[in-house]
Nanobody, 123 residues
Framework: VQLQASGGGLVQAGGSLRLSCAAS????????MGWFRQAPGKEREFVAA????????YYLDSVKGRFTISRDNTKNTVYLQMNKLKPEDTAVYYC?????????????????WGKGTLVTVSS
């Protein structure tokens, strides 16, 4: 299984970015998908997750109302639309895939990870 994340970059506070994660190697529509992030000097944390059919979503409290996770099972891709970005959103963002189709917030439940894409938000 391979996960390829893209879409990171440098953006000013208040701006937007859309991350994409293309998956291959197993039936994408069977899998719950998640986004995590790791800021410099901090542990990796959960950001958002989506169930196999997109029917259930879950977010870190600090990104609710600003970030939206979605998926396109015809393209084997999960997205993270990030609006109203803040400097504290600066991190490497990772997508992850779970063999379970439900929403999961614990990274131990994800068995495949992408390499990450860097998001830098300037003040």
């Amino acid at each position: 299984v391979q996960l390829q994340a893209s879409g990171g970059g440098l953006v000013q506070a208040g701006g937007s970015l859309r991350l994409s994660c293309a998956a291959s190697g197993r039936t994408f529509s069977d899998n719950g998908m998640g986004w995590f992030r790791q800021a410099p000097g901090k542990e990796r944390e959960f950001v958002a997750a989506i169930s196999w059919n997109g029917g259930t979503l879950y977010y870190l409290d600090s990104v609710k109302g600003r970030f939206t996770i979605s998926r396109d099972n015809t393209k084997n891709t999960v997205y993270l639309q990030m609006n109203k970005l803040k400097p504290e959103d600066t991190a490497v963002y990772y997508c992850a895939s779970s063999g379970l189709g439900v929403v999961l917030t614990n990274e131990e439940n994800y068995d495949y990870w992408g390499k990450g894409t860097l998001v830098t938000v300037s003040s």
